[in-house]
């Protein structure tokens, strides 16, 4: 197992939520670590990326100014801090990783490990 999701639940709309993803195994070695979430019926959409070594962060336009990732001293660990949060960010969110660095958003073609993911439900 590379990447484990916690935090997900149910929340009312304008609440908060932290999720974390703990890496392990070859994942930790990865360039950056993403967020994307998936609701039903759309294509898994990405949310947020870190880079491990510099901490440089990307926030996906739809989530600017509401979500923060962040990852602790040793880079294993990823947080998304998820504020306001809006019936449409509805979604199971997966943790994943990649060995590729992007500018921008990181496409999920580029991942190389995926958590099982966790699903967060607002509620309006």
């Known amino acids: 197992v590379h990447l484990v999701e916690s935090g997900g639940g149910l929340v009312q709309a304008g609440g908060s939520l932290r999720l974390s993803c703990i890496a392990s195994?070859?994942?930790?070695?990865?360039?950056?670590m993403c967020w994307f979430r998936q609701s039903p019926g759309k294509e898994r959409e990405f949310v947020a990326s870190?880079?491990?070594?510099?901490?440089?962060?990307y926030h996906a336009d739809s989530v600017k100014g509401r979500f923060t990732i962040s990852r602790d001293n040793a880079g294993n660990t990823v947080y998304l801090q998820m504020n306001s949060l809006e019936s449409e960010d509805t979604a199971i969110y997966y943790c994943?990783?990649?060995?590729?660095?992007?500018?921008?958003?990181?496409?999920?073609?580029?991942?190389?490990?995926w958590g099982k993911g966790t699903l967060v439900t607002v509620s309006s």
């Open positions: 870190i880079r491990r070594s510099t901490g440089i962060t």
């Open positions: 994943a990783a990649s060995r590729t660095l992007f500018l921008g958003p990181t496409p999920p073609s580029a991942i190389d490990y």
């Open positions: 195994g070859r994942a930790i070695s990865s360039a950056s």
